[in-house]
């Protein structure tokens, strides 16, 4: 077996958990940053800056056993770079929207991108983590590779934990191969008709990786050996379409969101058909997101969201005091607790996710 590859880098915990440690002490909140290309996703926070980025670097990396560890102060772009360069990738596809994007800031938002529905989310991705918590110890969850399953639902608790819970310093993650061929299409449909047609394909063996629906046009991708991917090619018709719209799309490029209203990201049922929702819609995720540019209040999004099993996050700074949906009694209580485990004093991000965290 070839050996895990290492990489050069920084290990800064030391002075990440002295630092941790001084605001313990001092009962000072902190707010954790890494390359700050998220930090308009949330409620504002208040606090001593806690700057991961130092701490950064692959600690290792076996592409036989599709697993790589990392630390959480790492480019995104570095670790894109050096998984492509053996042929493999994070299926996740999690967004970047910076140049700066980390690897922590990955896991602490837990946003995934177009290939979601098909091979999970960033969470699905995660062996094992690293954390220092709110009573000054630097933890160990989880393991390094995918038969090991101790500790999987905390560490996976700490995707779209917004720093909440503590401060991830190091994160172990499966990866996988990229895929042969790749092809991308356009075809003309409605919304109404694209839905149906994407439920009816989910059911048969076709390599769709990707599906969205804007202005009357219902965009896929393609993903597998040739074979596959040239007769789906066949079958499915339409014209063919540039691969570069799906990081468009991820990063947030398109026309659509050039759109000065503020921005909503719905997240519901994959079988919730056409919504009459209020505002510009683009169907992401083959219609689990829906990403919606809207003057419409907050209750009346939410109220829509909500009547399809879903809820409605607003990615547009200032809008409402709670861009995340609010919580119902049980699941808020459980937050808390959660939250009083790993952080009794309230140090790390408080208020990010909600003004009672």
């Known amino acids: 077996m070839v050996a895990a590859q290492q990489f050069p880098g920084c290990d800064a915990s030391a002075a990440l958990l002295e630092q941790v440690n001084q605001a ?31 701490h950064r670097g692959i600690v290792s990396y076996d592409p036989t ?14 670790l894109e770079a050096a998984l492509d360069a053996a042929g493999q990738m994070l299926t996740c596809e999690a967004p970047h929207f910076g140049a700066a994007a980390t690897v922590g800031g990955m896991l602490a938002v837990g946003l995934s991108g177009p290939r979601r529905p098909w091979s999970g989310a960033v969470r699905d991705m995660v062996l094992g983590t690293r954390l220092i918590t709110g009573h000054g110890k630097h933890l160990r969850f989880g393991g390094e590779v995918m038969k090991n399953v101790a500790g999987y639902d905390l560490s996976r608790l700490l995707a779209g934990s917004y720093g909440c819970l503590g401060l991830i310093t190091e994160v172990s993650l499966k990866v996988l191969p990229k895929p042969r061929a790749c092809l991308s299409l356009s075809l003309q449909l409605d919304c109404a008709t694209a839905l ?15 599906a969205s629906h804007s202005g009357g046009v219902l965009q ?31 990063e947030q490029r398109l026309d659509f969101f050039a759109d000065p209203r503020p921005l909503w990201r719905l997240s519901v049922p994959i079988n919730a058909g056409v919504l009459s929702l209020p505002g510009e819609q683009l169907l992401d995720w083959a219609g689990a997101q829906r990403w919606l540019k809207s003057d419409a209040d907050a ?34 209580r459980y937050h808390r607790q959660l939250k009083a485990q790993l952080d009794p004093k309230g140090i790390f991000n408080p208020g990010r996710l909600y003004a009672q965290l």
């Open 196 to 210: 149906t047609k994407l439920a009816e394909w989910g059911q048969q063996p076709l390599p769709i990786s990707a």
């Open 299 to 332: 209750a009346s999004i939410r109220a829509i969201a909500s009547a399809a099993g879903g809820h409605a996050s607003c990615f547009t700074t200032g809008v409402c005091d709670s861009p995340f949906q609010p919580l119902a009694a049980p699941l808020l």
């Open 65 to 78: 056993e599709l697993v790589v560890t990392v630390r959480a102060g790492t480019p995104l772009t570095e």
């Open 24 to 54: 313990l002490v001092s009962a000072t909140p902190l707010r954790i940053q890494g390359g700050n290309s998220k930090a308009f996703l949330g409620r504002p926070v208040s606090g001593e800056v806690l700057d991961s980025r130092a």
């Open 220 to 250: 896929l991708r393609l993903e597998g050996g040739e074979g596959s991917v040239a007769a789906a090619r066949e079958r499915l018709g339409g014209e063919q379409l540039d691969s570069g719209y799906w990081a468009d799309l991820n």
